[in-house]
T-cell receptor, first 111, second 115 residues
């Protein structure tokens, strides 16, 4: 099955700086890569996703890049704000129904 | 409002008791999922259902059971056979788009504590 590894496990950044989270996956057939943001005590919220026919996707301050050859994808958050503090999860799937999740990255934005 | 509701938010049970967690969605999604989340770990799939009256085991189904009698409802029962049931349980749903991957949307979760 699919194995997704996520790094780093924790990330502290100064407000206004950028944050980058990286994930690798094992199944070369994977073709959908979502990113979720989870605030304390809440369910994960889908913030951006990318499909295998696209190399990069951007939505305001967040962007995701995909390198299918190397089997890794990354989340980039620019101009970080205190409300960006949360746990971020990457995921991957090759069969439409089952998402395999990374272990999560706790992002702290320092004011 | 459209969305996924899970109840209750917090649940406490004594060891040896079965407990059922509720998940309801009014998004008209065909597929529904149950995940377990433990501290410092990613989400692990317990069960999923693509259509009514059908469901499949996920990666950690032992000690759990589900039913899917209605499209909008997918309750999860944590049985006494689950050796370590204390966790945060998340329900999700997704629309049916044949032939392509699609997004999963999560409910607010139920935190179960078994003592």
């Amino acid at each position: 099955g699919e194995n997704v590894e996520q790094h780093p496990s924790t990330l502290s950044v100064q407000e206004g700086d950028s944050a980058v989270i990286k994930c690798t996956y094992s199944d070369s057939a994977s073709n959908y890569f979502p990113w979720y943001k989870q605030e304390l005590g809440k369910g994960p919220q889908l913030i951006i996703d990318i499909r295998s026919n696209v190399g990069e996707k951007k939505d305001q301050r967040i962007a995701v890049t995909l390198n299918k050859t190397a089997k890794h994808f990354s989340l980039h958050i620019t101009e970080t704000q205190p409300e960006d503090s949360a746990v971020y999860f990457c995921a991957a799937t090759s069969n439409d129904y089952k998402l395999s999740f990374g272990a999560g990255t706790t992002v702290t934005v320092r004011a | 409002d459209g969305g996924i509701t899970q109840s209750p938010k917090y649940l406490f049970r004594k060891e040896g008791q079965n407990v059922t967690l509720s998940c309801e969605q009014n998004l008209n999604h065909d597929a529904m999922y149950w995940y377990r989340q433990d501290p410092g770990q990613g989400l692990r799939l317990i069960y999923y259902s693509q259509i009514v009256n059908d469901f499949q085991k996920g990666d950690i189904a032992e000690g759990y059971s589900v039913s899917r009698e209605k499209k909008e409802s997918f309750p999860l029962t944590v049985t006494s056979a689950q050796k370590n049931p204390t966790a945060f349980y998340l329900c999700a749903s997704s629309p049916q788009l044949a032939g392509s991957p699609y997004e999963q949307y999560f409910g607010p979760g139920t935190r179960l504590t078994v003592t």
